[in-house]
């Protein structure tokens, strides 16, 4: 075809592809685009972004070359844009509708959101409580819960202690136990169908909740607002047996309500942790635009000192190399907490049979864990539940 014929084409994506906002992997930015209808995902540079993100079916790839060029100092060829169109092409990526027809691409994608069913009742119920500010409210609610529990911690404790060792308050201590673990994934879903994103699969029973869609949302808000949600929903619970502590006169009362307190301001806390997979990591990771934030630190760390060394690598951003650089010393800190624990419990545990080299199998066993970890080989983490790949690796 002649470069005249191609560029008077006025090709148009699907419709029902939806595009992430910008992301940064490692030293990247990154888009992700996905095809709801086959569910599969490709990462794309921003140049590529801007490509397609006007292939409207409006303008020509005439058109959308001279904003390239007014906006990368570079204009397209042929072979370029001949190259791109089949890869479209070949994902089947490209509308085959013309453009204003009825029943557009998304009315037959199978991949779209499912029925919204008793998720989307709640939803619409309690839409006041998910309004952005409200939430924010409510999370500082339960910071503010959590710190008293923790000033109150001695008295708890105090009242609680026979409750872990009475049968039956352990048996209601570990229903209330299940019925916060099941809200908190609940809320999770709940917020998710609020903002838009889709739940592919909850189970109270199992404690399970599947959320497609999150990294498309237009605004990282709302993905803080799905990671979040579990720990406010806990942190709800705790303020009502908090309540129900202080009005329910009754030793078991008492006992049973300062036990689940304390369990209950444990969980809520452990799932802010920021470490993979607690709900703390993905709020850090939504809350600073990166994707694979745990390996991305890793591989940071692991480069740096061929770059200190002015040897060839990756260019990290100031402000991305300072985000990468303080969670890697975080989860090195964490690691070492972990370690030493195991390390000073299991020579505590042996010291009676192995005297003063009961603290050499459990440091063993570290090391080989460390070395097993190091040695296994690397495997590209998915950013949602399709892996993304790349649209095109010879970018202009």
């Known amino acids: 075809m002649s470069g005249s014929g191609l560029l ?6 699907r419709a029902d592809l939806i595009f992430s906002r910008p992301l940064r992997r490692g030293p990247d930015t990154v888009y992700l685009i996905k095809d709801r209808r086959s569910a599969r995902a490709f990462e794309i540079s921003p140049k590529e972004q801007f490509l397609l993100r006007r ?5 020509s790839l005439a058109d959308v070359g ?3 060029a007014a906006e990368y100092g570079r204009r397209l060829g042929d072979e370029h844009w001949t190259r ?3 890869l479209l092409h070949e994902r089947d990526l490209l509308s085959t509708r013309p453009v204003g027809t009825v029943g557009d691409d998304s009315d037959s994608a199978p991949g779209g959101p499912a029925p919204l069913g008793v998720l989307g009742w709640w939803a619409h119920r309690l839409r006041w409580l998910l309004r952005p500010a409200v939430f924010a409210l409510l999370a500082v609610l339960v910071a503010a819960l959590l710190a008293v529990v923790g000033l109150r911690l001695g ?6 202690r026979p409750a872990f060792t009475d049968p039956v308050a352990l048996l209601a201590l570990t229903l209330l136990a299940w019925f916060g673990a099941a809200l908190h994934e609940f809320a999770h879903a709940l917020v998710a169908v609020h903002v838009g994103a889709t739940v592919n699969r909850i189970n109270l029973i199992t404690l399970t909740c599947e959320i497609e869609d999150y990294l498309y949302l237009p605004r990282r808000s709302q993905q803080v607002m799905i990671a979040v949600a579990g720990a406010v ?3 709800l619970v705790l303020l009502v047996v908090g309540v ?20 209950g301001a444990a969980q809520t806390l452990v799932n802010l942790v920021p470490l993979p997979p607690l709900d703390g990591y993905k709020i850090v990771s939504h809350l600073l635009g990166l994707l694979n934030l745990a390996p991305e630190s890793r591989r940071y760390l692991t480069t740096l000192p061929r770059r200190l060394v002015r040897r060839p690598g990756p260019r990290y951003p100031r402000r991305t190399a300072v985000q990468l650089g303080l969670f890697a010393g975080w989860w090195l800190i964490a690691f070492a907490a972990v370690a030493a624990v195991v390390i000073g419990v299991g020579g505590a545990l042996l010291r009676p049979a192995l005297g003063t080299l009961s603290y050499v199998p459990p440091a063993a066993i570290v090391g080989l864990t460390i070395a097993g970890w190091l040695a296994r080989p690397h495997r590209h983490r998915p950013a949602d539940r399709t892996p993304p790949q790349p649209l095109h690796r010879n970018n202009q």
Do not use: H, I, M, T
């Not at 292939?55 to 303008?59: F, Q, S, T, Y």
């Not at 129900?244 to 369990?263: N, Q």
């Open 8 to 13: 008077a084409k006025r090709p148009r994506l």
């Open 55 to 59: 292939l409207d079916g409006a303008r």
């Open 66 to 68: 001279a904003e390239y």
């Open 84 to 86: 791109l169109l089949w």
């Open 155 to 160: 008295p708890l404790w105090q009242a609680a």
């Open 233 to 235: 929903a806990n942190g």
């Open 244 to 263: 129900a502590l202080a009005a329910l006169p009754g030793a078991f009362a008492d006992r049973l309500f300062s036990a689940y307190v304390l369990v």
